[in-house]
């Protein structure tokens, strides 16, 4: 089992919808990042959080450490969202390699 | 500013060849970190410099595998003796720097190493 779990695998939407991508970890953990992967591979930082919730523009993420558990939200979703989306954990406090989900890979049709 | 930099973006390599990957921090970062991510698997942690120092290389292959980061000039990812197995994407991720936090990490575009 993978300490870090992403769910669903694959997600397809239409456009302006609202989107829910979890992760969830076995691990204890300080530090949760989400990371959006283009199609063309790069990797773009989308959050680092440790405990409550962030925004920005449409993207949201939230964390609760003591359920392990964290989200990313999309709201009105586009097609230029369309990307794999990778939780990451940090596995404790002052470690800094990531240990990384699988991704999500998200399709938004026009 | 300049983000993280990778080079080559495209690498090529017959088996047996020697295979060497380039990343520039962000201006600012001292801290590097080389991740691998394989033909549909996930990104996986391979090793985390600072300058002139290995902090963590528990992700490295035992063999074949080494990596740098000198006072000068970019960190080095070197693979020997390539195998077909280690056509993977190479992605390189810098910070800052500030010890005893978790800080977050800009990735660089990657390197999709290819070996025939």
């Known amino acids: 089992k993978n300490e870090v779990e992403q769910s669903p695998q694959n997600l397809t939407a239409q456009e302006g919808e609202f989107i829910t991508i979890n992760c969830s970890y076995s691990?204890?953990?300080?530090?949760l990042h989400w990371l959006q992967q283009h199609p063309g591979g790069g990797i773009v930082s989308l959050f680092m959080?440790?405990?409550g919730k962030k925004k920005h523009g449409r993207l949201i993420a939230t964390i609760n450490i003591q359920e392990k558990h964290s989200s990313l939200h999309i709201t009105a979703s586009h097609p230029r969202d369309s990307a794999v989306y990778i939780c990451?954990?940090?596995?404790?406090?002052?470690?800094?390699?990531?240990?990384f989900g699988q991704g999500t890979r998200l399709t938004i049709n026009p | 500013n300049a983000g993280v930099m990778q080079n080559p973006r495209h690498l090529v390599r017959r088996r047996g060849q020697e295979a060497r990957l380039r990343c520039s921090p962000m201006?600012?970062?001292?801290?590097v970190y080389w991740y691998r991510q394989l033909p549909e698997e996930g990104l996986k942690f391979m090793v985390y410099?600072?300058?002139?120092?290995?902090?963590?290389e528990s992700g490295m292959p035992k063999e074949r595998f080494s990596a740098e980061f000198p006072k000068e000039g970019p960190s080095i990812l070197r693979i020997q003796q390539v195998v077909r197995g280690d056509s993977a994407a190479y992605f390189c991720?810098?910070?800052?720097?500030?010890?005893?936090?978790?800080?977050?990490?800009?990735f660089g575009p990657g390197t999709r190493l290819l070996v025939l």
């Open positions: 991720a810098s910070s800052l720097g500030q010890r005893g936090t978790e800080e977050t990490q800009y």
């Open positions: 691990v204890g953990i300080s530090a």
């Open positions: 959080l440790s405990s």
């Open positions: 990451a954990v940090f596995p404790r406090k002052g470690a800094q390699k990531l240990v």
């Open positions: 201006k600012g970062h001292s801290h």
């Open positions: 410099l600072q300058k002139e120092n290995i902090i963590d």
